[in-house]
């Protein structure tokens, strides 16, 4: 665990789907392919590179990152996205993993059409957001993480490793305190 202000549930938690199935209603608001998205995912041939492809850019969008391995989402959330691309019989998600390569020539396909950003490029603005924060209300180190994790998500920021977030909130948090304490402290 990196962090004593996570349990092991949260770390392992982190940017992945729930244990429990999503509902019906879920499914129908955070996974519904619009005409836009039907369209790119359309683009490609065959139905298992059709699923695969939307089924990554439902993740990225409910997740905010995309999953090391594709098959590790609900099966509950394939079926649904199957129907909407036309894929007669989701399990051809299988064949989508055969060549790796596909699966992060649609990531950087992603990225592009829709406007996901890499962390890297929105640290320094999530950490002054952060400072701020922390500053402000005297959250503590959770809270700031999961209003971190928001605000990525937010801004179409991809996820960081949880390791990463983690020091950088631990970080802020830190910093935070220790001005604090040199104001209470006064003029020495």
Not at 88 to 105: I, W
Not at 118 to 129: H, I, M, P, Q, V
Not at 153 to 179: H, N, Y
Request: net charge negative; aromatic share 10%.
């Amino acid at each position: 665990m990196p962090s004593g202000f996570l349990s092991a549930e949260q770390v392992a938690a982190y940017g992945r789907y729930a244990a429990e199935e999503p509902s019906r209603a879920v499914l129908e608001r955070f996974f519904f392919l619009d005409d836009a998205d039907g369209a790119e995912a359309g683009k490609h041939r065959g139905d298992h590179n059709r699923l695969g492809y939307a089924v990554q850019l439902m993740t990225v969008r409910h997740l905010g990152r995309f999953l090391p391995d594709v098959l590790d989402v609900p099966a509950v959330v394939v079926d649904y996205v199957a129907e909407q691309v036309g894929a007669a019989d989701p399990s051809c998600l299988k064949q989508y993993v055969e060549r790796r390569a596909t699966r992060f020539e649609h990531q950087a396909e992603i990225v592009t059409v829709y406007g996901y950003v890499s962390f890297a490029t929105a640290r320094d603005e999530l950490a002054g957001w952060l400072d701020d924060l922390a500053w402000t209300s005297g959250d503590g180190p959770r809270a700031l993480f999961y209003a971190a994790v928001a605000w990525l998500r937010q801004r179409q920021v991809l996820l960081p490793g949880v390791t990463t977030l983690v020091e950088l909130v631990a970080q802020v948090r830190r910093a935070a305190e220790d001005r604090l304490h040199e104001t209470l402290a006064g003029p020495g």
